[in-house]
């Protein structure tokens, strides 16, 4: 597991900015290891070391520890066994997801997590059209940061994704390609400190445009599921807007409303 930036956050909560409310740290470190898992940096199986160990790890009391591995645990993510310790179940229910905010919600057919790579295509910038520059609320021809990525899980494309920024609230976001980080909100809070609270999503099927066929090796005709999606952060703003086209082939779109 990779060593925890975590240290140097406020005994009481993490992020930064204007504005930013506080994230308690055990569900910061729980943050950290449940995508640790998710992108299969933790495999299923995998031990974790003991609590004091982890503790020294992340940089945090052993109590904060402890209660993230038991909001795991509780979620399926890890399970406890006696004399062997803390492992990796490489499942979690729905229900167990539903505090990390990741958009990519493909699960396998039996419900399994899927591990995927992100694989980054561009990242341009570009003024906003007026349509966007509303959404944004920003002024007019506001500069937008553009990436556009695709996703796979055992090497097979399952998504691709086209994600808008207002430029100026992401100063010095990586340009190359190879640098974008893996784990955009998670990136958003730590450098930034704007954490995503809230997503609206708008779900459609659509046939595959050539586009689509291109990137996720569809014969045609093909459909596709059309995730068009709004995240807001903790004041209330548009901080994101994204359309994602999967293909559902041997996998479902979950998402749970609470």
């Known amino acids: 597991m990779k060593k925890a930036a975590v240290a140097s956050k406020a005994a009481d909560g993490v992020g930064a900015g204007s504005g930013a409310l506080p994230v308690p740290l055990y569900e910061h470190v729980k943050r950290q290891i449940a995508e640790a898992i998710l992108i299969g940096e933790l495999a299923p199986g995998t031990v974790l070391p003991g609590e004091v160990a982890l503790a020294h790890q992340y940089g945090v009391a052993v109590g904060t520890i402890r209660r993230a591995l038991a909001d795991l645990t509780a979620g399926g993510m890890l399970m406890r066994r006696r004399k062997t310790g803390t492992v990796v179940t490489g499942r979690a229910s729905q ?16 419900g399994s997590l899927l591990h995927s790579e992100a694989d980054v295509l561009s990242v341009t910038t570009r003024a906003a059209e007026p349509a966007e520059a509303a959404l944004f609320a920003a002024a007019e021809a506001e500069p937008l940061l553009h990436l556009h990525r ?91 807007i994204s359309q994602h086209r999967a293909t559902t082939a041997g996998h479902y779109y979950s998402n749970e409303i609470r």
């Open 150 to 240: 695709v996703r796979r899980v055992a090497g097979a494309p399952v998504l691709h994704s086209r994600i808008s920024m207002v430029a100026s609230r992401v100063p010095e976001f990586p340009r190359e390609t190879t640098k974008v980080p893996a784990l955009i909100y998670r990136h958003l809070l730590e450098t930034y400190g704007i954490r995503i609270a809230a997503v609206r999503e708008k779900v459609t099927a659509e046939v595959a445009t050539k586009e689509d066929r291109k990137l996720l090796n569809l014969s045609a005709p093909s459909a596709v599921l059309v995730i068009n999606e709004e995240a807001y952060d903790q004041t209330g703003a548009l901080a994101i």
């Open 95 to 110: 229900h167990g997801l539903s505090f990390f905010f990741q958009y990519f919600r493909l699960l396998g057919a039996d």
